[in-house]
């Protein structure tokens, strides 16, 4: 027992016990610079700007700072170049994580063809939404009495001609439409309207007024 209680007590024992210790915290912080190197923890990084950018120098760009890409989809909008970058997620300026994935939406170059729907027996009102959702625009649209039908697609048209659904078009072509009803916009038939009531009401002020030379007819 007495050599027990000289070993613990000895010098040689605390400088085993802290040498343990000290390896185990190095091993610690070794292992925490390793993770924090691997991981990147807590470092963010700026989004570079890609919007407007060729798409190949977009791509070569992310690269060189160490973002991974993916191109989403393809747009087709005439008023910009052919080829570059519409959208990008995350937006420009974001703060990341290094080696965050960039998604971006580009305007082709290539036409995009899609098939015609059928709007005919649908709603005016309801013209503008569906075309936007088909990828294609409202062109010039003719009003035309049928009956009582009002507000009621009757022909949609293409290049001046009828087109039947399922024909393919190119993405944002305009489409014509015959329409049933009256245009809402026009103010010819309330002209119309007010010219006939007018007629008709001094018609009616002729017929009730009495005759002005004094002469009595039921003699």
């Not at 390793?34 to 990147?40: D, E, G, M, P, V």
């Not at 060729?54 to 991974?68: R, V, Y």
């Not at 009495?145 to 087109?163: F, S, T």
Request: net charge negative; aromatic share 8%; charged share 25%.
């Amino acid at each position: 027992m007495k050599k027990f209680f000289n070993f613990i007590f000895s010098r040689a024992f605390w400088f085993n016990i802290l040498g343990i210790i000290l390896l185990f915290v190095i091993a610690i912080v070794i292992l925490m610079v390793s993770l924090k190197s691997c991981t990147r923890h807590g470092e963010a990084v700026t989004v570079p700007t890609v919007v407007g950018m060729d798409a190949n120098e977009a791509i070569a760009l992310l690269e060189e700072e160490g973002f991974g890409y993916a191109v989403v989809d393809t747009l087709l909008i005439d008023s910009l170049p052919k080829g570059v970058v519409v959208e990008q997620n995350p937006a420009k300026e974001s703060l990341v994580k290094h080696g965050r994935t960039v998604y971006m939406k580009i305007n082709t170059s290539n036409e995009i063809m899609v098939r015609m729907p059928s709007f005919v027996g649908e709603q005016y009102k309801t013209l503008s939404v569906r075309l936007k959702h088909s990828k294609l625009k409202m062109g010039s649209v003719k009003w035309q009495k049928d009956g009582e039908v009002v507000n009621i697609v009757l022909k949609q048209m293409y290049n001046g001609r009828p087109i039947e659904p399922g024909t393919e078009i190119k993405q944002g072509s305009r489409i014509d439409f015959v329409v049933a009803g009256r245009d809402p916009n026009s103010k010819e038939e309330d002209e119309e309207e007010e010219e006939t009531t007018s007629t008709l009401e001094e018609m009616s002020k002729l017929d009730e007024t009495p005759a002005s030379d004094g002469t009595n007819f039921d003699e």
